[in-house]
């Protein structure tokens, strides 16, 4: 059986500053990274924590109105999508379809994370699911 690690959050945002803001002062979140551009998934992200806690939460916005997002922050954004860290990405995803999930997106490699590769399905209840390489201890 795949271990599945819940990596992350993903917030649908309007503003990744101004969400990154309400998210520091209202609730003591760490900024973790930068703010990333993926062209790949039409996004910018940045990544916040809570003092120890190892679970992030990815704040997501579209890169422009051609944005895959737009039309999701266009209903009103938040809730996105869990993330969950894996070992062995091809075997989660074999795993995952045998459990009744549907990919929706081949591995592939990520701005966001450096040298590792993410993949995404979708299950019965339509959140989509990131499923993304394990890095080093710590490492987003």
């Known amino acids: 059986m795949t271990k599945l690690n819940l990596h992350h959050i993903g917030i649908l945002v309007k ?4 969400a990154t803001e309400d998210y520091v002062h209202r609730f ?3 900024i973790r990274s930068r703010i990333i551009h993926d ?5 910018f992200v940045r990544f916040l924590s809570q003092p120890g806690d190892s679970v992030f939460l990815e704040l997501v916005a579209p890169d422009g109105e051609a944005s895959k997002l737009s039309n999701a922050l266009n209903k ?6 869990l993330c969950y860290a894996v070992d062995d990405l091809e075997a989660a995803c074999l795993e995952m379809r045998t459990r009744g999930m549907f990919p929706v997106q081949a591995p592939t490699f990520a701005v966001a994370f450096p040298g590792r590769r993410i993949a995404w399905m979708i299950g ?6 990131e499923l993304v390489e394990r890095g080093p201890h710590g490492e987003i």
């Open 39 to 43: 062209p790949e998934q039409t996004a």
């Open 28 to 30: 003591g979140c760490e």
């Open 15 to 18: 503003e990744i500053d101004v």
């Open 76 to 81: 009103g954004g938040g809730l996105n999508h």
């Open 124 to 129: 019965r209840d339509g959140i989509p699911i």
